[in-house]
């Protein structure tokens, strides 16, 4: 999903480029990937929060970027479906 995301076909969104407003929700998916794949949990469910928090309140105006919120959101979902597996909170 990650690879997806990174797809060359969202290159026309400028995800990468500070000044495009996508690229806020760009680097939260990508932060989101690293601290997952290293293993640093703690600043995962802030980093969805502040994506979701971008999908909500910027509407995409093309559709390469609809189909990167609906990519975004399910990656979301599924970060967060697996940390209550890997690293429930503590009780």
């Not at 559709?63 to 479906?81: D, G, I």
């Amino acid at each position: 999903m990650q690879r997806e995301l990174n797809d060359e076909r969202f290159v026309g969104l400028c995800l990468y480029r500070r000044d495009a407003a996508i690229s806020e929700l760009s680097s939260a998916v990508n932060h989101t990937a690293a601290c997952l794949f290293s293993e640093n949990y703690r600043p995962i469910s802030i980093l969805i929060e502040r994506g979701r928090d971008f999908l909500r309140e910027t509407p995409a105006l093309k559709s390469e970027a609809f189909t990167y919120y609906v990519l975004a959101e399910e990656f979301f979902e599924v970060v967060q479906s697996t940390l209550e597996i890997i690293a429930p909170a503590p009780e």
